[in-house]
């Protein structure tokens, strides 16, 4: 029985990190339209306050997966910004 609530737990741990890297791939998206392409700002005529939510998103993302992380991840089974970047 312990090793089903583990494998549970498990599970649950990868689809909300899974969730939140969702979340924080969003947010850049949404950053990178409304820095880089002119298509995105047009139709926002508060692009400050876009941008400054879109940032607090990405933030909030990227402190809950370093949070899931740190506190129930080994070194091995959590993949790092870098591995990602280098695939």
């Known amino acids: 029985m312990s090793e ?6 498990s599970e649950l741990l990868r689809a909300s990190l899974s969730q939140f890297e969702a979340d924080r791939q969003k947010a850049i998206a949404t950053l990178d ?15 400050t306050e876009e941008v400054g939510a879109a ?3 990405l933030a909030e993302a990227e402190g809950a997966i370093a949070c899931l992380q740190r506190n129930f991840f080994s070194p091995q089974e959590s993949t790092t910004e870098e591995e990602v970047d280098n695939e």
């Open 4 to 9: 089903h609530k583990n494998r549970i737990a």
């Open 55 to 57: 940032t607090k998103r």
């Open 33 to 47: 339209l409304y820095l880089y392409g002119a298509v995105g700002v047009g139709g926002h005529t508060e692009i």
